[in-house]
């Protein structure tokens, strides 16, 4: 590649996501998936539109895979455990047995419907019942649902990966297949050790990115995609699922007190974004539309087969003993939304020389275009319908640390989300451990310092002053106001340092549980920016 060649590359480039960048605001306002805009763009640049001849499926798979890292690395970081940790034996459930219950009823409406044999319905079967993290972490993000459907969702999304690419890359091989029991002992073996995997790199990881203190901020989002890019890696050298090391890892990482959460999490979803653009790009490039024709009547039948039977049946034989009402059974069933992982994973029949491997890419194509454009906008429709309840919108809690070397302190930036039962509160109220105190209050772009009567207000930012001692209980008391108000923990806190040794004792109540006084559901927490001066 020269220079020249370099330019127009990147014109082109630019002006591809400058125009997807339009595209999410279009999807937004019309409830059309975003994907299917870029998979647009791919199509009007390829050999039916624009005339680029692009046809490596090799390639594609290799971007595509690595696009779907930083996807599941972005919905990690911003997946809240305290929200999925309820769910995740229904989510691990679902994205396994319920995977299983997909596979085999598609496959079984493909071979006596469409007329694939056996092995070809099953190789269907695998590749569309994975759920797309990209689609479901955008979408439901979109959605006001209740946090445990959400959080099995994305749960879900996370983590059916794992076994659909084991089972895809098992059922694309050429020769015979191994008996089942070997499948089954194989994605058991490669989950525990992915699942192994990512745990022991996001626990080192957090701990070692806290402890280390680098030269610039920019350096900690490098240093935390790095190590879920570890976890992928290690993962698959180990032949485990690097998928499933990527998503727990991530998990870990994203709920730890990283320093700079919310810059690591902000560049993380800028990644996921251009991953998203440039894999639909690219699987658009791949598409033929004028060899389509055939595929489009096998699409439907299969996909009206696998959202309306199969998806259905396996969340009804897999949520039922975890008695998930009805209504949002019906809810799971709809919103198990695909995306580019099916597009992808259609991919592996191509590069392995698999029987019908042409036919079978275009029948995915169509199947995902059709029911993501069919789904996707009607969901908050279908929630309506169903009378499930708008889910609890409060702002997540951002926590950012960075670590210099000489004041020994910490700096803690709160922000006072909209509901939050702090607002209302005066500063002498807070009741802060000794050795903590509010330094500023920034009101409507004006900053002023606060004396001990000053009332608090929605929208308004602290500053926070702490020794190195005391900054994690007064974090922790901070929680504590805007979940319980001004009487939190009265009995439990006081001045000195016993106060702070029961408030670390109480951890626990301010993460899920709440204390005695603070009873009351929270409807929007403070965000805490933290960083520390010593």
Same mark, same amino acid.
């Given at each position: 590649?020269?220079?020249?060649?370099?330019?127009? %590359?990147?014109?082109?480039?630019?002006?591809?996501? %400058?125009?997807?960048?339009?595209?999410?605001?279009?999807?937004? =306002?019309?409830?059309?998936?975003?994907? /299917?805009?870029?998979? +647009?763009?791919?199509?009007?640049?390829?050999?039916?539109?624009?005339?680029?001849?692009?046809?490596?499926?090799?390639?594609?798979?290799?971007?595509?895979?690595?696009?779907?890292?930083?996807?599941?690395?972005?919905?990690?970081?911003?997946?809240?455990?305290?929200?999925?940790?309820?769910?995740?034996?229904?989510?691990?459930?679902?994205?396994?047995?319920?995977?299983?219950?997909?596979?085999?009823?598609? *496959?079984?409406?493909?071979?006596?419907?469409?007329?694939?044999?056996?092995?070809?319905?099953?190789?269907?079967?695998?590749?569309?019942?994975?759920?797309? *993290?990209?689609?479901?972490?955008?979408?439901?993000?979109?959605?006001?649902?209740?946090?445990?459907?959400?959080?099995?969702? $994305?749960?879900?999304?996370?983590?059916?990966?794992?076994?659909?690419?084991?089972?895809?890359?098992?059922?694309?091989?050429?020769?015979? %297949?191994?008996?089942?029991?070997?499948?089954?002992?194989?994605?058991?073996?490669? @989950?525990?050790?992915?699942?192994?995997?990512?745990?022991?790199?996001?626990?080192?990881?957090?701990?070692?990115?806290?402890?280390?203190?680098?030269?610039?901020?920019? @350096?900690?989002?490098?240093?935390?995609?790095?190590?879920? &890019?570890?976890?992928?890696?290690?993962?698959?050298?180990?032949?485990?699922?690097?998928? /499933?090391?990527?998503?727990?890892?991530?998990?870990?990482?994203?709920?730890?007190?990283?320093?700079?959460?919310?810059?690591?999490?902000?560049?993380?979803?800028?990644?996921?974004?251009?991953?998203?653009?440039?894999?639909?790009?690219?699987?658009?490039?791949?598409?033929?539309?004028?060899?389509?024709?055939?595929?489009?009547?096998? +699409?439907?039948?299969?996909?009206?087969?696998?959202?309306?039977?199969?998806?259905?049946?396996?969340?009804?034989?897999?949520?039922?003993?975890?008695?998930? #009402?009805?209504? $949002?059974?019906?809810?799971?069933?709809?919103?198990?939304?695909?995306?580019?992982?099916?597009?992808?994973?259609?991919?592996? #029949?191509?590069?392995?020389?698999?029987?019908?491997?042409?036919?079978?890419?275009?029948?995915?194509?169509?199947?995902?275009?059709?029911?993501?454009?069919?789904?996707?906008?009607?969901?908050?429709?279908?929630? =309506?319908?169903?009378?499930?309840?708008?889910?609890?919108?409060?702002?997540?809690?951002?926590?950012?640390?960075?670590?210099?070397?000489?004041?020994?302190?910490?700096?803690?930036?709160?922000?006072?989300? #909209?509901?939050?039962?702090?607002? +209302?509160?005066?500063?002498?109220?807070?009741?802060?451990?000794?050795?903590?105190?509010?330094?500023?209050? &920034?009101? $409507?772009?004006?900053?002023?310092?606060?004396?001990?009567? !000053?009332?608090?207000?929605?929208?308004?930012?602290?500053?926070?002053? !702490?020794?190195? $001692?005391?900054?994690?209980?007064?974090?922790? =008391?901070?929680?504590?106001?805007?979940?319980?108000?001004?009487?939190?923990?009265?009995?439990?806190?006081?001045?000195?340092?016993?106060?702070?040794?029961?408030?670390?004792?109480? *951890?626990?109540?301010?993460?899920?549980?709440?204390?005695?006084?603070?009873?009351?559901?929270?409807?929007?927490?403070?965000?805490?920016?933290?960083?520390?001066?010593?």
């Amino acid at each position: 590649m020269t220079v020249d060649h370099l330019n127009t %590359l990147l014109l082109e480039s630019a002006v591809i996501l %400058l125009f997807a960048v339009v595209a999410v605001r279009i999807s937004t =306002r019309s409830g059309l998936p975003s994907l /299917l805009i870029y998979l +647009g763009i791919g199509v009007a640049l390829g050999q039916n539109g624009i005339g680029i001849s692009f046809n490596n499926a090799e390639l594609t798979q290799v971007l595509g895979y690595a696009a779907l890292v930083v996807i599941l690395a972005e919905g990690g970081l911003k997946t809240s455990w305290r929200s999925i940790r309820p769910v995740v034996p229904a989510a691990a459930v679902l994205a396994t047995l319920g995977v299983a219950v997909s596979v085999f009823v598609t *496959a079984a409406g493909a071979h006596w419907l469409v007329g694939l044999e056996w092995r070809t319905a099953l190789l269907l079967g695998a590749i569309v019942s994975s759920t797309d *993290a990209a689609a479901v972490f955008s979408v439901l993000r979109m959605v006001p649902l209740p946090k445990r459907l959400t959080g099995l969702l $994305e749960a879900e999304s996370g983590f059916n990966d794992a076994p659909v690419v084991i089972l895809v890359v098992a059922f694309a091989a050429t020769g015979e %297949l191994d008996p089942w029991y070997v499948l089954v002992g194989t994605i058991i073996v490669e @989950l525990v050790v992915g699942g192994a995997v990512g745990y022991a790199v996001g626990k080192l990881g957090a701990y070692a990115v806290r402890r280390v203190a680098l030269p610039s901020s920019g @350096l900690y989002p490098i240093a935390v995609l790095a190590l879920i &890019v570890l976890a992928y890696a290690g993962g698959s050298l180990l032949h485990a699922s690097g998928f /499933l090391a990527t998503y727990v890892a991530s998990v870990i990482l994203g709920n730890s007190k990283l320093p700079h959460g919310p810059a690591v999490r902000g560049f993380a979803d800028g990644l996921a974004w251009i991953g998203q653009i440039g894999m639909f790009v690219v699987l658009g490039l791949l598409v033929t539309p004028t060899s389509m024709g055939a595929a489009v009547v096998p +699409g439907l039948v299969a996909g009206a087969v696998l959202v309306f039977v199969a998806r259905p049946l396996s969340v009804l034989l897999t949520m039922t003993p975890f008695r998930i #009402p009805w209504q $949002e059974q019906a809810l799971l069933s709809w919103a198990g939304l695909r995306g580019a992982v099916p597009i992808v994973l259609a991919t592996i #029949p191509l590069v392995s020389g698999a029987t019908d491997a042409q036919q079978l890419f275009n029948v995915v194509f169509i199947l995902v275009v059709v029911f993501t454009l069919l789904q996707g906008p009607t969901l908050p429709l279908v929630a =309506r319908w169903l009378r499930i309840g708008e889910g609890d919108i409060g702002q997540d809690l951002g926590i950012e640390s960075a670590p210099l070397e000489k004041l020994h302190g910490h700096l803690l930036s709160v922000h006072l989300a #909209p509901g939050s039962r702090m607002s +209302g509160v005066e500063v002498s109220e807070l009741r802060m451990p000794k050795g903590a105190a509010v330094t500023l209050v &920034v009101r $409507e772009g004006s900053s002023f310092v606060p004396d001990r009567t !000053t009332v608090l207000r929605e929208g308004d930012e602290l500053l926070v002053v !702490t020794t190195d $001692e005391v900054s994690e209980a007064a974090e922790r =008391r901070l929680r504590a106001v805007d979940r319980g108000g001004k009487l939190a923990g009265w009995l439990e806190h006081a001045e000195g340092p016993s106060a702070v040794s029961r408030t670390s004792r109480r *951890a626990p109540s301010l993460a899920g549980k709440p204390s005695a006084a603070g009873k009351a559901p929270t409807a929007g927490k403070p965000s805490i920016a933290r960083k520390k001066t010593g």
